[in-house]
């Protein structure tokens, strides 16, 4: 178990990164794709209503098809890595797909059948 300060200096480690990364365009790491200014989102790794506060850079299409395939208890138990976002299945194929559109590329997303049914 860390204790408050520790895990606040860990914090301030990763947003001293976060800030290093800002000065030039990072890249997604669901794609790979450089991520322009107008398409950036924050994604929080461990959702903010479940406690997270660590965020990653990611497309914004990226990050809306996140939320639109798991809901925030998935992503908090499950799906709290990049690596395993990028073992779902159906996050695979999408991240297949938009890997080859332009950076600034971006198209509407809708959420899951399984979702949107419950």
């Not at 001293?16 to 990072?26: G, I």
């Not at 990653?56 to 976002?85: G, M, S």
């Not at 073992?87 to 971006?106: C, I, L, N, Q, T």
């Amino acid at each position: 178990m860390q204790g408050r300060i520790k895990r606040r200096q860990l914090e301030e480690v990763a947003l001293q990164a976060a800030a290093n990364e800002e000065m030039q365009d990072p890249v997604c790491p669901l794609c790979g794709r450089d991520i322009p200014e107008s398409q950036r989102d924050a994604h929080h790794l461990i959702p903010k209503s479940k406690g997270g506060r660590v965020t990653q850079y990611l497309h914004r299409i990226c990050h809306r098809q996140v939320h639109a395939l798991f809901t925030e208890n998935e992503l908090a138990k499950h799906y709290n890595t990049v690596e395993a976002l990028l073992e779902h299945p159906e996050m695979r194929g999408f991240v297949k797909w938009v890997s080859g559109k332009p950076a600034d590329f971006y198209e509407r997303v809708r959420k899951s059948q399984r979702l949107r049914d419950a």
